[in-house]
């Protein structure tokens, strides 16, 4: 049976428009087809609520309370704990979607995270598939890691922003703050993820397999 | 690893981060970021709102444990700040109800300027339901001595008739061993203001020694005459009230209601010195 030949099934709707460019670029650049599912969509549907909620706690409650005297970054180990639960690319498009969204809701001029945080939500989870195993001691480590790459877009933040600075004093007042603020934080922040798409992931296989 | 770094995805997915840096950069530099964080701000502050009022809301309640020592430090501060405030306000009180007292001395100040006064406050006050006698808390030690008139703003109490190193008595004019040479404002009749013991438990006295063509009349003031250097000249003694003519004596008799009363009375004056009246 030549399926290629067979005509479209009646009662099929024609593709949209912009339905008819997206497939277009599809195809030009040779893409995969996207067709998510209703259990992809609720998983989205949860992880968007899931930021945006982290990042209205960040901007406003902990912009108020200041653990450490610094504001955690909620959206660093939200993405590494999407990247972990749900793949390398979810984690790369939350980053990407986090970064825009915490920076919209900040006042800074230059936009570094989006280079931060989809690499952390991209290569959390490939490291973890090649080479070690999901576990709290792994994510605590990569949270860790990630840190370093927030202090060091910190620095480099507060360096284009103020003019005559201290580094140690920076250290001293921001970045070791805002890391200690982070680390503690981003424990919550993982069980809130890991709970939040625990029923979409019945089993540790089912997870493996759809990365 | 490598095969992940050459996925389209990747290449893709690294493009997409880099304009997400550069395109908010630049659009910070052109200064039209504003638009992309007004379109996240519309649809967030409301729930930025709410977070704000939680926030608050935890502050208030959060700042019981993590500021206990700084605020029952405040509380204690703020506690002696009330004490020192409500020590200021009785005595700023207490200032404004003396001043208040003093001003309405001041007109007969102003019309007696030989007076020396002496202010006191009433301590005691006779035990029965018409009162005649009071205690004042000035004494021979602070220069007061028998006789010296006792009065109010609005007029002649009575005299001393008993002092003590630090208190004095006060006879008023109702008492029934009271009398003071007066005369009628109108018409310038003399007579003795008496007190009677059947008036003063009215609160009443009378001025006797009328002549019986007298014109008095109800309402008349009646002030001191000055005579007998017991009670300085035109001090307000009262009002007639009642007119009693005495077929006897061919005098008459008028019942008068006393200006200053001991009711209500918290403090008077004691006038220790004045000019003695002579008529010219």
């Known amino acids: 049976m030549n399926h290629k030949s067979a005509p479209p099934r009646g009662g099929q709707k024609e593709p949209s428009l912009l339905g008819g460019v997206l497939r277009s670029i599809r195809q030009r650049f040779h893409l995969p087809e996207i067709r998510p599912d209703a259990d992809a969509l609720w998983r989205a549907v949860v992880c968007t609520v899931l930021m945006l909620l982290f990042a209205l706690l960040q901007t406003t409650l902990f912009a108020r309370f200041r653990p450490f005297g610094a504001i955690p970054d909620l959206m660093l180990p939200f993405v590494v704990a ?101 680390f503690l934080f981003s424990v919550p922040v993982h069980l809130a993820v890991h709970a939040a798409l625990r029923p979409f992931h019945k089993t540790r296989a089912e997870r493996v397999t759809t990365l | 690893m490598r095969d992940f770094l050459k996925t389209k995805f990747f290449l893709v997915i690294v493009v997409a981060a880099v304009l997400a840096a550069a395109v908010p950069t630049a659009l910070s530099a052109l200064g039209a970021k504003q638009y992309l964080r007004s379109a996240v701000n519309v649809v967030l502050t409301p729930a930025q709102k709410g977070f704000h009022l939680v926030a608050d809301a935890l502050d208030g309640y959060a700042s019981y444990f993590t500021r206990y020592d700084e605020i029952v430090a405040e509380n204690l501060l703020l506690k002696q700040q009330i004490a020192d405030l409500s020590d200021r306000l009785y005595n700023a009180e207490e200032a404004e109800v003396l001043n208040v007292w003093l001003s309405s001395f001041l007109e007969m100040k102003r019309a007696h300027t030989d007076f020396t006064f002496a202010d006191a406050a009433i301590t005691g006050r006779e035990s029965v339901n018409y009162m005649t006698v009071c205690t004042v808390d000035r004494g021979s030690l602070m220069g007061i001595e028998t006789g010296m008139t006792v009065v109010t703003p609005e007029g002649v109490l009575g005299c001393v008739s008993e002092v003590g190193p630090t208190w004095a008595k006060v006879r008023t004019l109702i008492e029934s061993s009271s009398s003071i040479g007066a005369y009628i404002e109108r018409t310038g009749e003399l007579g003795l203001v008496e007190g009677e013991f059947a008036l003063s438990s009215e609160g009443l006295c009378r001025i006797t020694y009328l002549a019986a063509d007298s014109d008095v009349r109800v309402g008349d003031r009646v002030l001191t005459s000055g005579y007998g250097s017991v009670y300085p000249r035109n001090l307000v003694v009262g009002y007639v009230t009642e007119i009693v003519p005495d077929e006897y004596s061919r005098t008459v008799t008028a019942v008068i209601r006393p200006a200053a009363t001991l009711t209500g009375l918290a403090r008077v004056m004691i006038i220790t010195s004045y000019d003695v009246y002579h008529e010219s």
């Open chain 1, 82 to 182: 999407v990247g972990m639960a749900e793949g390398e690319r979810w984690g790369a498009v939350f980053g990407i979607i986090a970064a825009f969204l915490i920076e919209s809701l900040g006042a800074g001029g230059v936009s570094l995270l989006p280079l931060l945080y989809m690499p952390a939500g991209y290569f959390c989870p490939i490291v973890t598939k090649l080479y070690l195993t999901d576990s709290a001691p792994v994510r605590l480590i990569f949270t860790a890691v990630c840190g370093v790459g927030r202090a060091v877009t910190t620095l480099i933040l507060l360096s284009l922003n103020v003019r005559d600075f201290s580094l140690l004093l920076l250290m001293k007042e921001v970045v070791l703050p805002e890391y200690a603020a982070t």
